[in-house]
């Protein structure tokens, strides 16, 4: 016998968080597939653009069903003039699309993993799968163009090696060991998604009607900068290269084209991303000195996701996620 169960915590927040997401990024994209001009990276931003629609259509069923309210997220006619001066050059758009895919795996992987109703389950599997296909056709495309940055080779060792000391561990004193393929990879992807978020937000900070905005965006944006040294620095002590930054895929324009609350709730999807993938990143990495230098980039990105949190919030732009009842509250009332 199959029930009707109701919807649990982790199904409501994650169809609700996926939403949110979705309603958000196509806003982005209908600016982006009004200005691309390659053909090949048009055809890529179109299928990313109707895969959001489509996610909030069957997320739109399913809180119908459950009689759930619709959040409001984002739409075409209030936060995007998609006719507006273009602000990204197409190799930005491609690059974005490859990034906020490799994001969604992310949380959809996570989603898969909490949620148990059948059509739940399904949708997000099935979000999986599309955003692979979408994931490899961007990354192809990358390549193509020579635009793919290659994480760093590693060379092939003779013999299988076993750790033989506490050395292994050490990064303060005396000398420390090469870095690991792992702790790389890390340090890698971390310097790509902070490339992704100077770029970003140095747009942002150009397009946005409000000062207090613009001052945090500008913030952002030294933050990221920074950071992409510290995973340069690191890089380069093992004689790594780091990869190109994207700041000149970035116009002059200042004309209103996302409004402010898109455009911070954007940037706290990446602010998000960005300590997930940190705290990853502490978990994988064994040498002391970089467990402490993620800690301290954490806390700096701690401090900046308050203060994007306090922002919403004063401009009431901070739409209130699914939550537990107030029980003390109702015994008041």
């Known amino acids: 016998m199959e029930y009707n169960t109701r919807l649990t915590s982790a199904e ?15 806003c982005m994209l209908k600016a982006f597939v009004n200005h691309v001009e390659d053909a090949e990276i048009g055809t890529i931003l179109e299928h990313a653009l109707d ?18 309210p619709i959040p409001v997220g984002f739409s075409e006619q209030q936060d995007v003039d998609p006719d507006a001066a273009r602000l990204f050059s197409d190799s930005y758009m491609l690059y974005y699309v490859s990034q906020l895919s490799i994001m969604s795996l992310t949380v959809y992987a996570s989603s898969v993993s909490t949620v148990t109703r059948s059509d739940v389950f399904s949708y997000f599997s099935e979000c999986l799968s599309e955003t692979n296909e979408l994931l490899r056709n961007a990354n192809e495309s990358l390549l193509s163009k020579g635009l793919y940055v290659r994480p760093p080779y590693l060379p092939t060792p003779k013999t299988v090696d076993f750790v033989q000391s506490q050395m292994f561990l050490q990064g303060f004193f005396g000398d420390r060991r090469p870095l690991t393929g792992m702790e790389i990879t890390n340090l890698f992807s971390n310097y790509l998604r902070n490339v992704l978020g100077v770029a970003t937000l140095t747009g942002y900070s150009q397009v946005c009607q409000s000062k207090e905005v613009g001052k945090f965006m500008v913030r952002g944006k030294e933050i990221a900068a920074k950071h992409c040294q510290v995973f340069h620095s690191l890089l380069s002590e093992d004689d790594l290269p780091s990869p190109m930054s994207w700041d000149a895929e970035v116009t002059d324009s200042t004309t209103f084209i996302f409004s402010d609350k898109l455009m911070m709730f954007i940037t706290s999807l990446l602010i998000t991303a960005g300590f997930g993938y940190y705290g990853s990143s502490i978990a994988s990495s064994a040498r002391r000195d970089l467990g402490v230098q993620y800690h301290r980039l954490m806390a700096e990105v701690e401090q900046y996701s308050e203060d994007c949190a306090n922002l919403l919030i004063k401009n009431g732009w901070m739409e209130e996620p699914p939550r537990a009842a107030d029980r003390d509250k109702l015994a008041n009332t």
């Not at 994650?14 to 958000?24: H, I, K, N, V």
């Not at 895969?51 to 759930?68: M, P, Q, R, S, V």
Request: zero cysteines; proline letters at 0%; glycine letters at 4%.
């Open 51 to 68: 895969l959001a629609k489509a996610h909030i259509g069957k997320i739109t069923d399913i809180f119908n069903t459950e009689n759930y």
């Open 12 to 26: 409501l927040s994650q169809l609700w968080a996926a939403y949110m997401s979705d309603s958000a990024n196509a």
